[in-house]
């Protein structure tokens, strides 16, 4: 990831929480956000080779990614309100940033996010979360 676009992260993450939630966060385990960290590079990674590849949102693949991606948000979010708001507001602001401010193995165009909005919104009502 260039410096611009760690830079542009690094700030929208900042803005995006309240200051005892972002403390909350960071008080967290080195180990933990290091493992979160992973399997959201993992997650992107996986996005990006399933739209790629033509898959839809409601294949398999997707599904299973949509899961995952709910667990990892699950267990980020950890029951903590401030941190789950912060995590919208966050995502918000990073959609919100010109593509080039963007680091690129994060960025999703309209399509993209599109895409993993309908495999979540399948995925939950398959869980039987209302939408």
Request: net charge neutral.
């Amino acid at each position: 990831m260039n410096g611009t676009g760690q830079d542009a992260l690094r700030r929208t993450f900042e803005q995006s929480y309240a200051p005892d939630a972002l403390e909350r966060l960071r008080s967290r385990p080195a180990a933990e956000r290091a493992r979160t960290r992973a399997e959201l590079e993992a997650f992107w990674t996986r996005l990006h080779a399933l739209i790629a590849a033509g898959q839809t949102p409601d294949s398999a693949e997707a599904q299973a990614l949509a899961g995952r991606l709910a667990a990892l948000l699950h267990a980020m979010k950890a029951g903590d309100d401030a941190i789950g708001e912060g995590m919208q507001k966050s995502w918000q602001a990073f959609t919100a940033l010109p593509a080039e401010q963007q680091p690129a193995a994060y960025r999703l165009d309209e399509a993209g996010r599109a895409w993993i909005r309908e495999a979540m919104r399948l995925w939950g009502a398959a869980q039987g979360q209302p939408r």
